[in-house]
């Protein structure tokens, strides 16, 4: 039998095994400590459904754009031994010019400000 296919069968039981006992095993031993929504040790003053802010949304937005900057950028020093460097350079100055102008639109429209 081909090892990859020999594998994928061996993954697959796995996984089936795995899931059933995941929804299987939970359910021996039920508690009103495990039935209640909240786990903190208190019981509930108010109600759950807090409106969100907005902020921590944008801040979470602009965090993750600002990684995948650090993430698209990090090989820049292995992409100058290519044979066209002037090509990656652009690119690479293409990106931080376009992030560049996201967050300073970001800054003038008011969106890093906390408070209102």
Same mark, same amino acid.
């Given at each position: 039998?081909?090892?990859?296919?020999s594998? @994928?069968?061996?993954?697959? /039981?796995?996984? =089936?095994? +795995?899931?059933?006992?995941?929804?299987?095993?939970? *359910?021996?031993? #039920?508690?009103?400590?495990?039935?209640?929504?909240?786990?903190?040790?208190?019981?509930?003053?108010?109600s759950?459904?807090?409106?969100?802010? @907005?902020?921590?949304?944008? /801040?979470?937005? =602009?965090? +993750?754009?600002?990684?995948?900057?650090?993430?698209? *950028?990090?090989p #820049?020093?292995?992409?100058?031994?290519?044979?066209?460097?002037?090509?990656?350079?652009?690119w690479?100055?293409?990106i931080?010019?376009?992030?560049?102008?996201?967050?300073?639109?970001?800054?003038?429209?008011?969106?890093?400000?906390?408070?209102?």
């Amino acid at each position: 039998m081909n090892p990859i296919i020999s594998t @994928l069968i061996v993954a697959a /039981v796995l996984s =089936l095994v +795995l899931i059933t006992a995941s929804f299987w095993l939970p *359910l021996f031993n #039920l508690s009103s400590e495990k039935l209640s929504p909240y786990e903190c040790g208190f019981d509930p003053l108010g109600s759950a459904r807090l409106p969100f802010s @907005l902020h921590f949304f944008l /801040v979470a937005i =602009l965090f +993750l754009l600002f990684d995948l900057e650090i993430a698209l *950028l990090l090989p #820049l020093p292995w992409g100058t031994q290519l044979p066209n460097v002037l090509n990656t350079l652009s690119w690479a100055i293409s990106i931080i010019i376009l992030l560049t102008l996201g967050l300073a639109y970001e800054w003038t429209q008011g969106g890093l400000e906390w408070a209102e």
